[in-house]
């Protein structure tokens, strides 16, 4: 089909270059921000594409409603808000951008970890209360420690390119073979829990991942280590890594994402997320906690939406 035969919904807003390109092109664009998922499933029939980034989840009753889908686009780096086994299935093609925003991951990881080595914003609110804690606030440096990466992918190696310029060692560990580069040394996962003084996920949310750092886990490593989480919070165990931090086996936390956020991502405060381990975190002095916005940043917001434009143009115009 040509683009002035494609009709797409999108439902939920986005960088404006999106569909303005898109329309360049001849795509007919529609958009539907408020309609309930019911609403939106009684006319997905209509459309041939549909371009979301976290509103609700496409499930095997939307897919089949859809009779005449031709592509889902997620304006983000996952698709687990996808049934993508039953969307294959179906001939549906499925676009994320997970280059669109890998740099911003990467940056913020590092900005996290950074953070926690040298106490940054816990001095900095003892300094605004009028408190000057010169030894209580010593920090550590990043030279001659290892990190570790799990996940080896786009945001992996957006992270180990930042440690680029630390005399450090980079170890991942990744499920794919082969992967390993220039910036990190591909590890076994026992390799990396003997080695790593730091680490840092960059997975996807699978069932295989699911829970993944528990207990058992954490005790598998050596050392006492600097956890990052910039990926996805049900990945960890929330209750596990308080009581690690508690016995100093996790020696601080930089928490992007946490296993209570909703699936939109757009929501945390309410009667669900209040339990005690997440208040301690909240209390916890080494412990930096940011509403899973590694990834949001002007600059990507703008890429991940050039990202999917691009991949919808190459379906269509093929030469």
């Not at 990190?147 to 310029?165: E, Q, R």
């Not at 990744?174 to 997975?203: C, P, R, T, W, Y």
């Not at 058992?216 to 890594?241: H, S, Y």
Request: proline share 2%; hydrophobic share 40%.
């Amino acid at each position: 089909m040509k683009p002035n035969q494609i009709k797409i919904l999108h439902i939920d807003s986005n960088h404006p270059l999106l569909w303005q390109q898109l329309e360049d092109v001849g795509f007919q664009n529609e958009e539907d921000f408020s309609s309930s998922k019911e609403e939106i499933e009684s006319k997905i029939h209509l459309y041939h594409g549909i371009v979301i980034r976290s509103r609700f989840k496409i499930d095997k009753t939307f897919l089949d409603k859809a009779t005449h889908l031709q592509f889902i686009a997620r304006v983000g780096a996952g698709l687990e808000s996808i049934n993508c086994d039953y969307a294959v299935e179906k001939g549906v093609h499925l676009i994320a951008a997970p280059e669109g925003n890998s740099n911003a991951v990467g940056e913020q990881a590092l900005g996290m970890l950074l953070s926690l080595f040298n106490n940054l914003n816990k001095a900095s609110a003892e300094v605004k209360n009028g408190q000057w804690n010169r030894e209580a606030n010593r920090g550590h440096e990043l030279d001659g420690k290892s990190v570790g990466i799990i996940g080896y992918g786009n945001m992996g190696k957006a992270f180990a390119k930042k440690l680029k310029g630390f005399d450090v060692e980079v170890l991942c560990y990744d499920i794919q073979e082969h992967v390993g580069d220039v910036n990190a040394k591909q590890v076994s996962l026992q390799q990396l829990q003997q080695k790593a003084d730091v680490l840092s996920l960059h997975i996807p949310w699978t069932p295989e991942t699911d829970k993944m750092v528990n207990t058992d886990f954490i005790n598998a490593f050596q050392n006492p280590f600097w956890l990052i989480n910039t990926a996805r919070g049900k990945c960890v165990v929330t209750e596990d890594v308080v009581h690690a931090l508690k016995t100093k086996k996790v020696l601080g936390a930089g928490l992007d994402v946490l296993e209570y956020e909703k699936l939109s991502f757009e929501n945390l405060f309410d009667q669900d997320s209040i339990n005690n381990s997440f208040e301690y975190l909240r209390q916890a002095e080494n412990v930096v906690l940011t509403p899973h916005i590694a990834g949001w940043t002007f600059e990507s917001h703008q890429k991940l939406a050039q990202t999917i434009v691009d991949k919808i143009k190459a379906i269509y115009l093929k030469a």
